[in-house]
């Protein structure tokens, strides 16, 4: 093999001019002599063949122009994890003319003499808590016991689009970094052999993990979960992961799970993970996601699933019926809840009207699509949800006197809570139902019955007046009517929720 070219190079990550990639054929391409490397890009457009030429089949591709042949001068394979920490920030050693050494801290020189300018360049590295070598072209951890020895204070990571390639090779970086908390692994294509999990205090103090678009398994996630013993969050959008089966002596310590953009997710997927005791936080956008179902209670009831969820992202999914609303007031602790770009949600649908449906539909939620559910909206949107559907309440069975009050179980399957509201504010009133009248000034019209009490024998007066008309302006027309001074009348209303009349009654009498 060439003096440029691993040992190990099959399956090896590579960056060609910000291009990756990954090495599926190392050897010749005849008629060309010299060696090639067949390279299948993660960008299928980069490439222009399948790994054949001329009828040859030298390796496969996932894409019919994913894969390309370049000289091994064209490949760059990568620097080790130290080596891209100093080229990243600027941490490196130089010496002058006249012997003494320098130190080059970001773009700024420091003089210093002999063993001292080891000791402070060494210092620097020493103190680094949070890296970030993001796309540096990471392939390796270098040579064992180095990172331990340079940097053992590391505490957070960011090692994304970088090019390892095993999980061997990000066990040898953190075995070194005892105190590390939290790396991030997206855009790494990794391989996980099955040889055994990490050991346990290989991740002993990691509590966030980052493994977005890294092709991980979910039984790969369940074999290598053995070693991360305290783990808090873990991220795994974009891996096209079926959950397969249930954690049953792994992730128990998970407070966060994201599992955007997978495969689409089913009730026996989620159900799966539904006895993680203690998430909290659960990211299922764009999941293609149709319906949701917490099948263990009824109509009223709480599920078992799902003990400890507060934060529930269901954005850009294909919901579209309320029956999937009404099944996560069943959540026992679900304070927060982000359910944007749905069909249920879309299309020409009113947003605040969308927004006060759901907040009617699930009683304890404090937060959604990340705005604060203030006293007043929920008050307002449970008594909204109360008089729109109150007209079909009443078809179904719904009466205002308790003992009358049967709706069926139609309604009450869309409308778990309605009965709950009723109990809260009171069974809606004929009056409330009524449906609006178009706006004409006949319809803005009150109809009042005035009688005077001074002299009961006298024809009560029945008068249209407009709502808007003040009590002056009432006196003011009575005055003209009755041949009184307006400064002699009192009035006194009385309503019909409160007497047998079927009109509202104005009473008065003169001044004595």
Not at 277 to 287: F, K, V
Not at 293 to 298: Q, R
Not at 400 to 427: M, S, V, W
């Amino acid at each position: 093999m060439s003096d440029s070219v691993p040992s190990d190079v099959i399956g090896r990550r590579i960056d060609v001019n910000g291009e990756l990639g990954t090495v599926r054929y190392f050897g010749d391409v005849p008629p060309v002599k010299g060696p090639w490397i067949g390279i299948e890009w993660d960008n299928p457009q980069r490439g222009k063949h399948d790994g054949s030429h001329e009828g040859t089949i030298y390796f496969k591709c996932r894409h019919p122009t994913g894969g390309s042949f370049i000289r091994p001068n064209r490949v760059n394979f990568g620097v080790d994890f130290l080596t891209a920490i100093k080229n990243r920030y600027g941490l490196e050693n130089t010496k002058e003319e006249d012997g003494n050494e320098m130190i080059v801290i970001g773009n700024k020189p420091v003089e210093t003499v002999g063993f001292d300018s080891i000791k402070k360049f060494q210092s620097q590295l020493n103190r680094l808590q949070e890296v970030s070598v993001w796309s540096s072209a990471v392939s390796c951890a270098g040579n064992k016991g180095e990172i331990a020895q340079t940097c053992p204070n590391i505490r957070r990571i960011d090692l994304s689009k970088n090019l390892l390639s095993s999980w061997n090779e990000v066990i040898s970086i953190a075995a070194q970094l005892k105190y590390l908390e939290v790396l991030n692994l997206s855009e790494n294509k990794l391989k996980f052999p099955y040889d055994s999990p990490s050991p346990s205090f290989t991740f002993s103090a990691l509590k966030v993990l980052v493994l977005n678009r890294t092709g991980i398994t979910w039984t790969e996630v369940l074999w290598c979960a053995k070693g991360w013993p305290v783990l808090e969050e873990l991220y795994l959008a974009s891996n096209d992961i079926i959950i397969s089966e249930r954690p049953t002596d792994t992730l128990q310590t998970l407070k966060l799970l994201d599992l955007s953009n997978n495969q689409p997710i089913d009730g026996d997927q989620l159900f799966q993970i539904a006895y993680l005791p203690r998430l909290e936080q659960l990211i299922l956008s764009d999941n293609r996601i149709s319906a949701l179902h917490f099948p263990d209670a009824g109509i009223g009831c709480k599920t078992s699933m799902f003990p400890s969820l507060q934060y529930l992202v269901i954005n850009g999914n294909q919901i579209s019926q309320w029956s999937s609303i009404n099944e996560l007031d069943k959540l026992q602790s679900l304070q927060s809840l982000s359910c944007t770009q749905n069909p249920l949600t879309g299309g020409n649908k009113e947003p605040q009207t969308i927004r006060q449906v759901i907040i009617a539909k699930i009683g304890q939620l404090k937060i959604l699509n990340k705005c604060e559910i203030l006293p007043e909206e929920r008050r307002g949107a449970e008594l909204d949800y109360r008089k729109t559907f109150g007209n079909e309440w009443k078809k179904a069975g719904g009466h205002q006197d308790p003992d009358k009050n049967k709706p069926n179980n139609e309604f009450i399957t869309a409308h778990p809570r309605y009965q709950l509201l009723c109990l809260k504010y009171g069974a809606p009133e004929d009056g409330e139902l009524k449906p609006q009248q178009p706006f004409m000034l006949k319809n803005q019209l009150l109809t009042l019955t005035i009688k005077c009490l001074n002299q009961p024998d006298q024809k009560a007066l029945v008068k249209q007046l407009p709502e808007s008309m003040t009590i002056q302006k009432v006196k003011g027309l009575l005055s003209r009517l009755l041949k009184v001074p307006g400064s002699e009348l009192r009035l006194s209303y009385e309503s019909p929720k409160v007497s047998s009349s079927i009109r509202p009654i104005i009473k008065f009498c003169p001044s004595l």
